[in-house]
């Protein structure tokens, strides 16, 4: 039937008594079961399939695009610190956004890897040891697990 722990399912059938009346059958009640358990279990399945899809887009191809955040105390070279990682890889920013709020720095990179001399992992961790050198906050996603997470 279900892959919900029996106190899952023990919840869902006391709500169904809630609902259907004490005097309900016991055919009633476990029809609402059965139906809540399925709607359980697909958005278990889906949530599975989408975490799936994530781990898959992972395994980032040369060629596509990465989304950078980097957040932290505000000082003189951030920017330059970043960009020059990024250009030392032959990296191609295609939008950026940059914020300052009151001594607090935020910035926002699309970037296009397609031509970079070097994989996703190798930048990634050249950016996040460059923020660490600026104490920043530096996290590089594939665009496709960004579009991801924001999709849920």
Not at 37 to 49: E, M, P, Y
Not at 54 to 81: C, H, M, W, Y
Not at 129 to 151: D, S, T, Y
Request: glycine share 6%.
């Amino acid at each position: 039937m279900s892959t919900l722990r029996d106190e899952d399912i023990r919840r869902i059938a006391e709500e169904a008594l809630r609902q259907l009346g004490q005097t309900a059958s016991a055919e009633e009640v476990e029809r609402v079961v059965r139906a809540a358990a399925n709607k359980a279990d697909s958005a278990q399945n889906d949530a599975v399939r989408e975490w799936k899809e994530v781990q898959a887009a992972q395994k980032v191809p040369k060629g596509d695009r990465i989304i950078i955040t980097a957040f932290g105390e505000n000082r003189s070279g951030i920017l330059a610190g970043l960009t020059g990682t990024l250009a030392g890889y032959n990296c191609d920013i295609l939008d950026l956004t940059q914020k300052l709020m009151q001594e607090f720095f935020t910035v926002m990179f699309l970037v296009d890897i397609s031509e970079a001399s070097a994989d996703f992992e190798t930048i990634k961790n050249a950016l996040i040891k460059k923020g660490e050198e600026l104490n920043l906050k530096v996290i590089i996603q594939h665009e496709a697990i960004f579009n991801a997470m924001h999709r849920i």
